[in-house]
Every structure is written in structure tokens, then in C-alpha cells.
């Protein structure tokens, strides 16, 4: 073999070696432009003030909880099923509703409702809420945190940009004083 192929497999070697590192470089540098991109390309500066629906209030029936689950308004491409979240449906009578989070107000395990009982059980630790999302016993120091809600259209919705929580901006919502 002379000097002269082997100088040419070299170079072509090399060649193929650029080219499939600018590949990868390429394909990495899409998500990481995405991420870096998105408050500017994603129009989600009002996503706090955006009414999530939930469903027909036909689908909630009087005098029961129900689980429903609703799609995070900040959501990204990427975030697939991440962004589905799940909270408690509440119907009181009418149009009175209750929407709660689905997260302990402990250290946020998911809460589970037991129709026979009228409880929201923690299964973490142990804390539980009556029906009303009030507090009746553990370590959690408060009810469970609770979406605004509002009916438009036959359409429940609720306010989901911003987490339940007991600060100012949530109570805001609310019309009320925070942790009322
Ligand atoms: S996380 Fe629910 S009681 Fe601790």
C-alpha cells in the first residue's frame, strides 16, 4: 500500500470523524437553544391569568369528588404527559365547586379521597382532610391547597398558572387573606 493511499483513508477518515461530531453537535444544540429560547418564542407571560378547563360540569356529579387532571399552562413541547396534573373536583351543588391540589399541604405526597369515609387520606404520613379540604388530623398544618374556580360556558376551569400556596399571590385570587 503506498504512502499516497493511505494519506487519502487518513484524510477521508478525518473527514467522516468532523462531520459526524457536527451531527451530534447539531442535534444536542436544538434542545438546549429550545430551553434557552422558549420565554422569548413561548408566549406564557399570561399564563398566570389563564382559566385551565377542567371538563363539562356535567362530568362532575352533585355531592361527589371526582379526580380530574389538567394541562400545566407553562407546558413545553417536551414535557409530554409531565404536564398533565392531577387535582380534586369537589361538587358541592349547582355551581359550587371546590377544586383542591392533589398534593399533601405536608410535604406534597398525593392525597387520596375515600368516598366512604369523607376523607382525603395522606398515605406519607398519615395526614387527613375532610371533604371540605379543611385539615381534621396529622402533620399537615393546614387544609389542602385550593384552585380558584369559575364555570364559563357550561366549562368548569380554574386558575392553575401559579400553585396553590399560602403566600400573597395565590390569596389574591382568592379574595382572602392568605393560609384563610
Ligand atoms: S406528606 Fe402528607 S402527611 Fe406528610
Partial sequence: MSNETLLTRRGLFMKLGVLFNAIVAAMLAVPILRYLLSSVTLKRANAYADWVPLGPVGQFPEGETRLATFRNP???????????TACWVRRIEGEQFQV??????????PVRWFPQSGLFMCPCHGGAYYRDGSRASGPPERGLFEYPSTIQL????????ELPTPGPNAALYRKRPPCA
Avoid at 407553562?74 to 398533565?84: I, K, L, N, R, Y
Avoid at 357550561?154 to 398558572?161: F, N, Q, V, Y
Fill in 100 to 109: 383542591f391540589a392533589v398534593n399533601c399541604a405536608h410535604l406534597g405526597c
Fill in 74 to 84: 407553562f407546558v413545553m413541547p417536551g414535557d409530554g404527559q409531565t404536564a398533565d
Fill in 154 to 161: 357550561g366549562i368548569l376551569k380554574i386558575h392553575a398558572g
